[in-house]
Nanobody, 115 residues
Framework: QVQVVESGGGLVQPGGSLRLSCVASGTAFDMNIVSWYRRAQGNQREWIATRLRAGAYNYADSVKGRFAVSIDNAKNEGYLQMNNLQLEDTGVYYC?????????WGQGTQVTVSS
């Protein structure tokens, strides 16, 4: 059974950085696409970034220039580097991994930006 687990969340001051990781287990196949979403308290889950294994990527306007999404092909792991974090970046961050043609969600990791 495929499982996706995020890690790397935590508490950070405004202007700080965090790096989230997304690891898929229970599969011998590559992670072809990694997408990151977040849900702020009381809000719906919103898409923030996508990276294809082949290299293409895209970002929501709210994080463009501050966040970077990547896939380590050798490790079959996805990452979200978050720089210059702001109060409005607070929320639960989710990884969605596409493996072959199926999508798998992680349980999320909390990111709190507070002074």
């Amino acid at each position: 059974q495929v499982q996706v687990v995020e890690s790397g969340g935590g508490l950070v001051q405004p202007g700080g950085s965090l790096r989230l990781s997304c690891v898929a287990s229970g599969t011998a196949f590559d992670m072809n696409i990694v997408s990151w979403y977040r849900r702020a308290q009381g809000n719906q889950r919103e898409w923030i970034a996508t990276r294809l294994r082949a290299g293409a990527y895209n970002y929501a306007d709210s994080v463009k220039g501050r966040f970077a999404v990547s896939i380590d092909n050798a490790k079959n792991e996805g990452y979200l580097q978050m720089n210059n974090l702001q109060l409005e970046d607070t929320g639960v961050y989710y990884c969605k991994a596409t493996i072959r043609t199926r999508e798998y969600w992680g349980q999320g990791t909390q990111v709190t930006v507070s002074s």
